[in-house]
């Protein structure tokens, strides 16, 4: 029995450092993109921001969008209030009230969900490419725009993944979604050289109206509270998937705020879990298998040690494995973001992130979240 289990550790170590590895290399081969700010654009534009109570965040989004160093002959905004109980209606239209560009509120009467909410801007914007932000962002960049559509006229890509970031604060609930996000980073971008993208993420997320009517939309998966990004990418893989592309460059990326609470971060991957059965890319399923199973070992050969009063070297192996190519992970980003990262935390992460990862698939095998909205 001990055998059977050492060979499937190590075939799961083996297809997770093979899939990660792959990953690396990927995004070491992507080229960096490099623009000109002073270049003129010539895409009409639009960005669509779908926002439910987001009173705290809404000022300082708009702000950074009304600040891109953009032609405003070129771009339209359209917010979405998708149903909010807050102020974010209030706030919002003041300040577009003092807005030179063109742009346009709708006000949805209930929450009709994220999908519903850009769709319904899509069919009224005028655009040739549409970028879509979440609410709950900020750019640190006034080229953010300007180097996404450079981007765009540059390659002729109709489906742009562009990076995000997010706020390297202090605690344990931050840093663990900062060392997540950095690595799946690195992943994200190394698998679309490949043109395999499987990752991407709808707070920024650009495309073209063209592959977007192409495909239908969101019409094949409406029904879900999820899956604005990656089952969207799905369908674009199945017509052109030679259009997917990742934006390397950090001009283009834009920083979301961690969740405060595990309960809060809990239902957000649950929610995000909730499209895996309906994700045609087997691929994803496979390998959050792989991603389990690896940290199921990691805990086993942790926590073992503890009872035997035996420290087996297989499982030292097993875990430095584990732990180095994370690390290498976080490295990269740190240098790709040129973020600095805070390596104090890193090795009680290693042994934290694996009950996170753990708990999440046991949990997502009972809950299932309620609804369909999901902004």
């Known amino acids: 029995m001990m055998l059977v289990i050492k060979i499937i550790s190590v075939l799961s170590l083996a297809f997770y450092l093979a899939y990660l590895i792959r990953g690396i290399i990927g995004f070491s081969k992507t080229d960096y993109f490099t623009t000109d700010p002073t270049a003129l654009n010539k895409t009409k534009t639009a960005i669509i921001i779908c926002a439910r109570n987001e009173e705290k965040n809404i000022e300082k989004c708009l702000q950074g969008i009304f600040s891109q160093n953009f032609d405003k002959e070129l771009l339209e905004i359209i917010l979405v209030n ?45 655009a040739e490419l549409i970028v879509c932000r979440d609410a709950d962002t900020y750019t640190q960049n006034e080229n953010w725009l300007k180097t996404i559509v450079s981007f765009y006229e540059s390659s002729g890509k109709q489906f742009i993944i562009a990076p995000l970031e997010i706020e390297n604060g202090n605690g344990l609930i931050n ?73 390397k460059n950090t001009k283009a990326s834009i920083v979301t705020y961690p969740l405060p609470t595990l309960s809060k971060l809990f239902k957000q991957k649950l929610r995000w879990a909730s499209k895996f059965d ?13 991603v389990c199973l690896v940290h199921l070992f990691s805990l086993i050969y942790l926590i073992k040690p503890i009872f035997t009063h035996h420290i087996p070297l297989f499982g030292i192996i ?52 309620k609804g369909t909205k999901g902004v």
């Open 82 to 126: 998708d149903g909010s109980t807050d102020n974010t209606k209030e706030i919002a239209g003041k300040l577009f009230s003092d807005y030179k560009g063109a742009f346009l509120i709708i006000n949805n009467t209930e929450n009709l969900g994220k999908k519903k909410s850009i769709t319904s801007a899509i069919e009224v914007c005028n």
């Open 175 to 247: 840093q663990l979604q900062f060392y997540e996000n950095s690595a799946l980073a690195i992943v994200t971008g190394g698998y679309a050289y490949y043109e395999t993208a499987f990752l991407c993420n709808g707070a920024n997320l650009a495309f073209t109206k063209k592959i977007f009517e192409k495909t239908g939309g969101y019409k094949s998966h409406i029904g879900l509270n999820s899956g604005d990004d990656v089952l969207f990418l799905e369908e674009v893989k199945k017509v052109e998937p030679e259009s997917v592309a990742y934006l």
């Open 278 to 290: 309906k994700n045609p890319n087997q691929i994803n399923a496979f390998l959050g298998v792989i």
């Open 318 to 369: 097993f875990v430095f494995w584990r732990v180095f190519i994370d690390f290498l992970l976080l490295f990269l980003a740190s240098r790709y973001f040129n973020k600095p990262v805070k390596w104090g935390w890193f090795l009680p992460l290693s042994v934290v992130y694996s009950f996170y990862v753990i708990i999440t698939a046991a949990l997502s095998l009972v809950i299932k979240p």
